[in-house]
């Protein structure tokens, strides 16, 4: 099986910065896709970052210029760096790896991202 676990998430003012990490670990004998999905409070899980195998990612429209994923395929590590942050980001954050095709998902988690003065 895979195992997946976030970290690095905390308070951060508005228009501040923060770095999430994903680790995973398990039956992992390649590169995976992996990505990140939110949920706030009273709210449905929303999609915000993924990076497939090759290393090619796609955001949400909400955070595109403001988010970046990247990784350290050595390390089986995704990162989510988040910069310009809003209230609106406000949610836990779950990290998944994507054993076969969509839905066949392991989750982390999650980390709590709080935005606010």
């Known amino acids: 099986q895979v195992q997946v676990v976030e970290s690095g998430g905390g308070l951060v003012q508005p228009g501040g910065s923060l770095r999430l990490s994903c680790a995973a670990s398990?039956?992992?004998?390649?590169?995976?896709?992996m990505g990140w999905a939110r949920q706030a409070p009273g709210k449905q899980r929303e999609f915000v970052a993924h990076?497939?195998?090759?290393?090619?990612?796609n955001y949400v429209d909400s955070v595109k210029g403001r988010f970046t994923l990247f990784r350290d395929n050595a390390k089986n590590t995704v990162y989510l760096q988040m910069n310009s942050l809003k209230p609106e980001d406000t949610a836990v954050y779950y990290c998944?790896?994507?054993?076969?095709?969509?839905?066949?998902?392991?989750w982390g988690q999650g980390t709590q991202v709080t935005v606010s003065s």
């Open positions: 398990g039956s992992i004998f390649g590169i995976y896709a």
């Open positions: 990076i497939t195998s090759g290393g090619r990612s």
């Open positions: 998944y790896l994507r054993r076969g095709g969509q839905g066949d998902d392991y």
